[in-house]
């Protein structure tokens, strides 16, 4: 789990579900992620990996509800959304625990296939059952203005990228995206902040939240609900 926070206040605003690897039969190495998805990409098992942290994930608040009061992410692989009919399982797996559905919010990448009829209506359907969807990585890839613009994501990750060697062009570039996305209605979410001096530049660019080692690095369950749960 690693933890979102509003940039003013350092409060947490809600966390990311994040995978590691601790079973040795994916390498050597307990925590070998890339052996992990090697193998999970091989056999194809992405939905079965999504579905299996939402399940984690709507267990930990359940068992945790008296605790836990900020939603969480659960990221989706590219391929899952690209499902047909995945919305509504996914929405099954969450119905089966005493949560409300307004605790669990999407992550969908940016480098999903945003032509694919199927990926789109899951989407839509997603969004009408009151799930927030994020935008992964924007500004990754070539297709962020085209999804903002036509699909209802409330809330958009900057990619990291835009904190490699911050110059001048470079910090009027990431004021202007904050500023537009803020005029759409748009959160944002700024990632990868590992250095005092970004954050210091951030808070003086505008409104939006940040996820980096610098505030809040992946911790496991227990470890998340000690540190950031009353």
Known sequence: MQPVFDIDKFSIVKAEALVRSRNTIFGKRPNDATRAFELIRKN?????????????????????????????SVNLCKETIEIDGV?????????????????IAFEINEKTNFDSE????????????GIELILDDFGFGDTSLIIIGSYNIST?????????????RRIK?????????ENLGIKIIIEGVEKKE???????????????????KPVDMETYLKMYTN
């Open 173 to 181: 570039v990431v004021k202007e995206m904050l500023n537009f996305l």
């Open 44 to 72: 194809g098992w992405y939905y079965e990996l999504d579905n299996y942290v939402l399940k984690t994930v709507c267990e930990f608040i359940e068992t945790n509800k008296q605790r836990i009061k900020k939603k969480i």
């Open 87 to 103: 919305a509504e399982n996914l929405a099954r797996t969450i119905s089966k625990y005493d949560i409300d559905k307004s605790m």
């Open 156 to 168: 958009v990750k900057l990619d990291k990228i835009f904190l490699k060697d911050l110059n001048d």
């Open 118 to 129: 199927i990926a789109i209506e899951n989407m839509k359907k997603l969004d009408k059952l």
């Open 198 to 216: 970004q954050l210091d530049i951030i808070r003086k660019l505008g409104k939006c939240n940040v996820q980096g080692y610098l505030l809040g």
